[in-house]
């Protein structure tokens, strides 16, 4: 996708589309204004549609769990964001206050290189070309995390379940077009919002939507509890909605497919991952649904240990029940995040696994 949209020639309806933009290239997050590109940094492709004044009319990009990750990136969607943007841009400045909300809210650090985490990395420099002397933005995410985390900052759930694709709220988008609906699960916020097969998403929280990264944008930044209005166009009239999100409602997701975790993992545990049990084996186990049953699949290598020495407690194979006493925190992610969140740097928590068939307690520090 990056090659064919750096080199259109061989799309004309793409090309003739970027040849109305002044296309910029950043490659590297040194120096990036944190505070005016702001988007899931988990992404290896990522494009902001903007006015010079700094308005964004936009974002596209898209990241999806495991073999679907590409799912929702393809020309054919990105040209439908770059007509969208071209629309908002005819109608500017008279459409200024619906597009205030597409920009957040000032970072806590200005700029990569500001963030404590990532000060003294070798890649924290201003590139030469290197892969090795450059700021990865997935860095980025990582180094806000623990830089909260050695400053004793809470740690939101919107820094941990970043960025929800709408399947999180129940609906399904087709990558071909702006944010149609093509989906919606039975039983989810969406279907209780009124949401149907078919409808456009035209605005939402008041934004107008050109791409299912604008709609993941309203998602990251929805204050919870809260209700979110939406204005989809149905049978070409336009119809208004409320999305209703209760405090928790990213947590029914997981965050530890991205990349990015590898280097949670290694530092918290020193376990490669942790993997749902599976269903004949809960059985087999007497494992009630609901309850944890994580299966250690594998060990952090050795230079990672030094990290946390703690992690070598744990082996392969070995089957988490619980930490500290809690069975409920059924999935990696809620795990990982009662870590992270309810417990202070360098606290110990105590799990309780089976080893070799037997139950037994493990000590663990955090790092």
């Known amino acids: 996708m990056d090659g064919q949209v750096a080199r259109p020639d061989s799309d004309p309806d793409l090309a003739d589309l970027l040849d109305k933009f002044v296309c910029v290239r950043v490659v590297q997050a040194w120096g990036l204004d944190l505070s005016l590109f702001q988007f899931d940094d988990g992404l290896t492709w990522s494009v902001f549609l903007m006015n010079a004044d700094r308005t964004i009319y936009g974002r596209y990009g898209s990241l999806s769990p495991g073999k679907a990750a590409a799912r929702d990136v393809t020309l054919e969607g990105f040209k439908k964001a770059l007509q969208g943007a071209l629309e908002l841009h005819a109608a500017y400045p008279a459409n200024k206050s619906e597009l205030a909300g597409k920009k957040g809210p000032p970072a806590a650090w ?6 404590p985490a990532l000060k003294g990395k070798a890649s924290a420099r201003n590139s030469d070309g290197t892969r090795a002397s450059c ?6 995410g990582e180094a806000e995390l623990w830089s909260r985390r050695s400053l004793r900052q809470p740690i939101r759930d919107d820094l941990l379940w970043r960025y929800p694709m709408p399947d999180s709220i129940g609906l399904t988008l087709d990558p071909v077009e702006r944010a ?40 990251h930044t929805a204050k919870v509890p809260g209700t979110v209005k ?18 928790d409602w990213r947590r029914g997701d997981e965050f530890t497919w991205r990349a990015s975790t ?5 530092q918290v545990t020193g376990t490669e991952r942790l993997e749902p049990l599976p269903a004949d084996e809960r059985t087999r186990l007497s494992i009630p649904d609901g309850k944890m049953a994580l299966r250690v699949s594998g060990i952090a290598p050795d230079w990672f240990k030094a990290r946390n020495p703690s992690g070598r407690n744990l082996k392969k194979g070995d089957i988490v029940l619980a930490v500290d006493a809690k069975r409920d925190l059924a999935t990696e992610s809620l795990f990982y995040s009662h870590l992270l969140q309810d417990k ?19 000590a663990m520090t955090l790092p």
């Open 180 to 219: 149609t609906v093509t989906a919606i699960r039975p039983g989810s916020a969406a279907e209780r919002a009124g949401f149907r097969t078919g409808d456009r998403i035209a605005k939402l929280d008041g934004q107008p939507v050109i791409s299912i990264a604008d709609v993941q944008w309203v998602l």
């Open 230 to 247: 939406a204005e989809v166009t149905r049978d070409g009239r336009s119809v208004p909605l409320q999305l209703s999100l209760s405090a």
């Open 262 to 266: 590898r280097d949670l993992r290694y």
């Open 110 to 115: 200005g700029a990569p290189e500001q963030i």
């Open 344 to 362: 202070a740097p360098g606290q110990g928590y105590q799990l309780t696994v089976l080893r070799d068939g037997k139950p037994q307690q493990v």
């Open 135 to 140: 700021v990865h933005c997935h860095q980025v």
